[in-house]
């Protein structure tokens, strides 16, 4: 399937990504789960979060700050104030400065509190997706504060984008574990 251009496909890519990450995750074995991520040896993985995130924890906690991204934004444009879906002081040239605040305060919390963190704002998404119609989220110009793209784009890449993002790094996790 292409990228998800009606809310039927929306819920659904996102639903099965979730379940295709949560299924890989299952199955990661004690070894992979506790060693750390290195991806330094790879040559083709040069882009900044090959280096930031160090394991498990790191990734469940990078989707969920990007939930939170999304419910923010949706939430405080609909209350009325127009905010940018990237706070400031970054933007979107300046997002990977982002991620690493995110990295960064997120050291001390515990994979298990991540876990649940990112399952909860995975429920939030989907039942805020829910509220709004097919062309309220694929419809351009809908709503000013999401400027030039569709507001079911932002929920396609902070879900079924993102899962699939994790997936190939914790396939390659295991590859590197495998290699030893």
Not at 55 to 60: E, P, V
Not at 62 to 87: A, D
Not at 89 to 108: A, D, M, R, S, V
């Amino acid at each position: 399937m292409g990228r998800p251009a009606t809310k039927t496909d929306l819920i659904s890519a996102a639903g099965t990504n979730y379940e295709k990450l949560n299924a890989f995750i299952s199955g990661l074995t004690e070894k992979e789960l506790t060693t750390d991520f290195d991806f330094s040896r790879d040559e083709k993985k040069k882009e900044a979060h090959w280096g930031r995130d160090k394991n498990l924890r790191d990734i469940y906690i990078h989707l969920y700050e990007w939930h939170q991204l999304l419910l923010n934004w949706v939430r405080t444009n609909q209350s009325g104030e127009t905010k940018p879906f990237i706070p400031m002081p970054y933007n979107w040239k300046t997002y990977g400065k982002l991620n690493e605040f995110f990295w960064k305060k997120h050291q001390n919390t515990p994979l298990e509190d991540a876990r649940h963190m990112f399952q909860e704002s995975h429920a939030e998404i989907m039942e805020l997706a829910e509220c709004f119609s097919n062309e309220e989220l694929f419809s351009k110009g809908v709503y000013k504060w999401v400027g030039g793209s569709t507001l079911g784009s932002y929920f396609v890449s902070v879900t079924a984008s993102h899962y699939e993002w994790a997936v190939k790094k914790l396939k390659g996790h295991r590859k590197n574990c495998a290699r030893g």
